[in-house]
């Protein structure tokens, strides 16, 4: 079956570094998207991986590893406008998305 | 119109009652879809159409029919309600280039 594994909650302080984990399995690959969600809003993409290795954008970087079902969000310098959810997709070979549950990513002073 | 709307906003709907979610993108997008996010679980594909005039089914289609008839709108219907359909609804889009999908603002259904 296909599925999606990642952490339900997490927390950090603010101007600290996090990193959202995150595994797939999917029926073929066709990448992997990080989407962020803030409470009551629409998802918005943050970033886009197919090839192994590392995408930097900003504050914001993403990790894949195609042979382990791996990917991972990196987070610097945490502003506290940075508490959302952050949704993990993975595209299969018919090139639709499988969602992961989320991570709630809390952030204190 | 910017983007991809939705109405309406929120709606709370009588069991048994007929529904239509409506959808429309100006952004001359080929793919569409709809999704229901309920706690707990990630977002579920409910239909998608990868161009006017055709539909496809996706995770969860019982229950809810949609139609393609050009490329900006995209309704969702609910031929007659239930309570387990009590769900946030997004419609998202995306072209064929870079398969990012841009999603609607969200339709909260409440049925009673």
């Known amino acids: 079956g296909q599925n999606i594994d990642q952490p339900t909650e997490m927390t950090a302080t603010e101007g600290a570094i996090v990193q959202i984990n995150c595994t797939y399995q999917?029926?073929?690959?066709?990448?992997l998207f990080w989407y962020q969600q803030h409470a009551g809003e629409a998802p918005t993409f943050l970033s886009y991986?197919?090839l192994d290795g590392l995408e930097e954008k900003g504050r914001f970087s993403s990790f894949l590893s195609r042979s382990k079902g791996y990917s991972y969000l990196l987070l610097k310098e945490l502003q506290m406008k940075d508490s959302a959810s952050y949704l993990c997709a993975a595209m299969d070979s018919n090139y639709q998305l499988i969602w992961g549950a989320g991570t709630k990513l809390i952030i204190k002073p | 119109i910017a983007g991809i709307t939705q109405a309406p906003t929120s709606q709370i709907l009588a069991a048994g009652r007929r529904m239509t979610l409506r959808c429309t993108q100006d952004?001359?997008?080929?793919?569409m879809y709809w999704y229901r996010q309920d706690l707990g679980l990630g977002l579920r594909l409910i239909h998608y159409s990868n161009t006017a005039g055709t539909t496809g089914k996706g995770e969860v289609p019982d229950g809810y029919s949609v139609s393609r008839a050009n490329t900006d709108d995209f309704p969702l219907t609910l031929a007659s309600a239930v309570p387990s359909q009590t769900s946030v609804y997004f419609c998202?889009?995306?072209?064929?280039?870079?398969?990012?999908?841009?999603f609607g603002p969200g339709t909260r259904l409440t049925v009673l």
């Open positions: 991986n197919v």
């Open positions: 999917t029926s073929g690959f066709n990448g």
């Open positions: 998202a889009s995306s072209d064929s280039t870079s398969n990012e999908q841009f």
């Open positions: 952004m001359r997008h080929n793919a």
